[in-house]
């Protein structure tokens, strides 16, 4: 389920790799602090990111046509330390 197109700055690798440094949601600009997990799949390349504030962002590129997508937010649960 798409929540709404965004505009997002990445550079591509030739072998297929994303790696978005910002974008923007909600007229807010939010940095990519790190990237998670990445793969291909019928909708698109999907990559994870975060932000500094720990919150996470699920990212779709589709390139047909080129269009980037936000479909998750949540935020990373606490490291438990027992």
Excluded: C
């Excluded at 709404?4 to 790799?17: L, T």
């Excluded at 793969?39 to 390349?45: H, I, K, L």
């Amino acid at each position: 389920m798409k929540i709404e197109p965004i505009q997002v700055h990445a550079d591509f690798e030739s072998q297929g790799k994303v790696h978005p440094s910002a974008f923007v949601y909600q007229g807010r600009t939010i940095l990519v602090d790190s990237i998670g997990r990445q793969w291909q799949a019928g909708d698109g390349r999907h990559v994870l990111v975060m932000d500094s504030n720990l919150q996470h962002y699920h990212l779709v590129f589709q390139p047909d046509p080129e269009e980037w997508y936000l479909l998750e937010i949540g935020q990373v649960p606490p490291v438990s330390r027992a």
